[in-house]
């Protein structure tokens, strides 16, 4: 059953010999009673021609079904000048079928397997069906593309001294971050285990330990609420370092990311990365992974409005909040319908309304709140946001990160808008890469009454600001990076804590976590570091995130074999699925009703 060559490897240097080919018919045509097959495996096409009179198969050629599994024997032959495919590397030849083998006879697949039609399908039906949906070659080739992202990876860190080193999937509880999935343990009756949402203390060990440069292509698991760019179970690059202080970790992503994308995409990224402080990024973009590729940057007004008659500005600046804006220009054609959406997207997040000022192409100023604006104003506002006809001017009031944020976020909904009127290219072949840093070490959570970690309790504190974590924890930045791309966040990490005394202080002085609580999440932690830690750091890369952008896909279910829905199912297995009995009796449990 050996093929002697591949379905995309003939070419017209080949031409009289005897080949042995094994695929999948991609498509079957009868010309004149001759059938023409397009054979496929994963590398490719080959047409071959079967005559229906040669008695070697002689009433075999009935049965064939697109999709069928064949195993051919026959010689090269060059095709005719005009029959030659030049989008084919296999265009210039056709093998003629001397002899055909079936092995799999092929039911009528549930949806067409053609990329440019299968796309259209219900992504439900595709992944009900996934190994249909990966044998196509669209699919095939960002299974390929993940591992040579994989493998790049893997290549690179072994050549700047790194060991892959695999760490328990089965974790102890530590509820202070994302849900986490729960197992409970046989041999230990009532208690349980928790999937890793991140092999991060484990990994904090492995630097105690002096293994000094860790990574793993780490399998990490959180129970949350799915979107297109979230799955219960995702990958994760996972590195972490001894010795090293932030520009170290800079320079070490940098070169990672720069050969990942050379040797999966041929391309080179420029270094060394632009750097924007958290703060920055929030004002200009109104997020902390802003997409650099278009403008329409927020302005801040503050200045502007500091002694208006409006009462609204002037009421949340004297309050100590912001007045914010940005021109979406050439907008002003936005529908009712577009602008009642944008409208619910910022209150959405809190915002009461959405204030704006539409400019008509014959240059007049239309806008429930101008009429607050004085002629100064008007003029200001004209000359800080490069107002012209067409333009439609977004505005927001409130509390510095709500301002930011419901910016932000019309930002990117007016740029989507004007990008469907051709008015805005955002290409998708460039790609800007981004760190942003220094980001707060603490946020005060209103809701419980104190600080909580903005990344995770194990981040150091900038060293100049140290001080400040008992007198003023919010003025505390964290070394703490995020490396952005093209507005997604693909990788996030820290400098971290390594002195017992300063961690233990985070935890009980700062997050207000009490002693015992400490002791039993993280006390095998803070006794490692009586030990002699070292000063560590580490990154973790969304692999699965960093594969879409490469392969051109907008959702990370695409380039995962076998992703979950946004209900968590796996329709292809039908899962997950009820146990029995006998199950939860071996594991200490039994079902309680739903409502119970």
């Known amino acids: 059953m050996k093929r002697t060559h591949t379905c995309n490897a003939l070419t017209a240097a080949d031409v009289g010999s005897d080949v042995r080919l094994i695929g999948w018919i991609d498509s079957l045509r009868d010309h004149g009673g001759i059938q023409f097959i397009d054979l496929r495996d994963r590398e490719g096409l080959t047409q071959v021609i079967v005559d229906p009179t040669n008695a070697a198969y002689s009433g075999q050629i009935d049965r064939l079904r697109p999709e069928s599994v064949v195993e051919i024997h026959g010689r090269v032959c060059a095709r005719a000048e005009a029959d030659i495919n030049s989008k084919l590397p296999t265009g210039g030849i056709e093998v003629h079928a001397e002899n055909l083998v079936i092995h799999n006879i092929s039911e009528t697949p549930p949806f067409p397997l053609e990329d440019e039609k299968a796309w259209k399908v219900n992504e439900d039906l595709r992944l009900q069906y996934r190994y249909l949906d990966l044998r196509r070659p669209a699919m095939y080739r960002t299974l390929r593309m993940r591992s040579e992202a994989a493998k790049a990876t893997r290549d690179y860190l072994a050549e ?23 197992v409970p343990s046989r041999l230990n009756p009532g208690k349980f285990y928790a999937l890793a949402q991140s092999p991060q203390q484990y990994k904090q060990m492995l630097m105690v330990a002096g293994v000094e440069r860790y990574y793993q292509m780490a ?31 800079y320079a070490l992503v940098e070169g990672l990311l720069a050969r990942m994308w050379k040797d999966v995409l041929g391309v080179e990224i420029p270094r060394p990365f632009p750097r924007m402080a958290y703060h920055d990024a929030m004002n200009r973009y109104g997020v902390d992974k802003p997409d650099t590729r278009f403008d329409l940057e927020i302005v801040d007004l503050g200045e502007l409005f500091a002694q208006s008659d409006f009462k609204v500005f002037r009421g949340v600046l004297d309050s100590g909040g912001v007045v914010k804006a940005f021109n979406a220009k050439g907008l002003a054609d936005a529908t009712q319908g577009e602008m009642r959406d944008l409208e619910n997207a910022a209150k959405s997040l809190g915002a009461k309304g959405l204030a704006f000022i539409r400019v008509s192409a014959e240059g007049e100023w239309k806008s429930p709140i101008l009429k607050f604006f004085s002629e100064a104003e008007v003029a200001a506002l004209k000359e800080r946001l490069a107002i012209e006809p067409g333009d439609l001017v977004f505005f927001a009031a409130a509390e510095w990160e709500r301002a930011c944020s419901i910016l932000g976020r019309i930002r990117l909904d007016a740029a989507r808008l004007l990008q469907q009127r051709g008015r805005l290219s955002i290409p998708t072949d460039r790609y800007n890469f981004l760190w942003v840093i220094d980001f707060p070490l603490m946020i005060f959570e209103e809701a419980e009454g104190r600080y909580v970690a903005a990344h995770h309790p194990f981040t150091a504190p900038v060293e100049e600001d140290a001080d400040l974590l008992e007198s003023n924890p919010k003025a505390v930045r964290g070394q703490h990076y995020d490396c952005v791309l093209n507005g997604s966040e693909i990788a996030g990490g820290s400098i971290r804590i390594h002195q017992p005394a300063l961690q233990r202080k985070v935890f009980e002085e700062v997050l207000k976590i009490p002693a015992d609580v400490v002791e039993e999440r993280f006390g095998y932690m803070l006794r490692s570091f009586k030990y002699g830690a070292p000063p560590h750091g580490g990154i973790a890369f969304g692999f699965d995130r960093i594969v879409s952008i490469l392969a051109g896909r907008p959702m990370i279910r695409d380039v995962i074999a076998f992703p979950k829905t946004q209900k968590g199912q796996d329709l292809m297995a039908d899962g997950p699925t009820a146990v029995t009995a006998r199950q939860l009796r071996d594991v200490h449990m039994q079902s309680l009703p739903i409502d119970a």
Do not use: H, V
């Open 160 to 182: 700047n001294g790194f060991l892959e080193i695999e760490t328990p999937y089965l974790f102890k509880s530590t509820p202070e971050g994302a849900r986490e999935f729960l």
């Open 219 to 249: 399998r990490c698991f959180r129970d949350e609420d799915l979107r297109a760019d979230r799955q219960p179970e995702f990958t994760q690059i996972d590195i972490e370092m001894s010795f090293i202080d932030r520009e170290d970790m």
